[in-house]
């Protein structure tokens, strides 16, 4: 059987439940305060930001590489037969967009 505890233990140990009550009370409040929830968001909001402009430099990187690649040989000399043609499809878009805005005016 257990003992029979004395009206101090009991007074103690309310005591104590009390006081891990209040701590347990207080961080909710801090948990729930508007201040946090916003910050917390605003963390998760970057944190996503980073994530995202992360994967758009890994892919802009990779396409870049891509064409480089296409352009350039692998001894870094210019690939003249591929870069003509886009340059000559280059100067014909730019001739295009600026004779229709020749004619807009």
């Known amino acids: 059987m257990a003992e029979a505890r004395t009206p101090a233990q009991i ?3 309310i005591a104590a439940r009390r ?5 347990t009370l207080d961080e909710i409040g801090v948990r729930l ?3 946090t929830i916003i910050d917390g968001a605003k963390a998760r909001t970057m944190a996503a930001v980073d994530r995202t402009a992360g994967r758009a430099y890994v892919v802009a990187n ?7 690649a296409q352009l350039v040989a692998e ?5 003249l037969e591929r870069i003509v043609p886009v340059a000559l499809v280059g100067v ?8 229709r805005a020749k004619r807009r005016r």
Do not use: C, N, T
Request: hydrophobic share 45%; proline share 6%; net charge negative.
């Open 11 to 13: 007074e103690a140990d």
């Open 19 to 23: 006081q891990e009550l209040a701590v």
């Open 33 to 35: 305060h508007p201040k």
């Open 62 to 68: 990779r396409a870049i590489s891509d064409v480089r």
């Open 75 to 79: 001894d870094g000399a210019p690939r």
């Open 92 to 99: 014909a878009v730019v001739g295009l967009l600026s004779m």
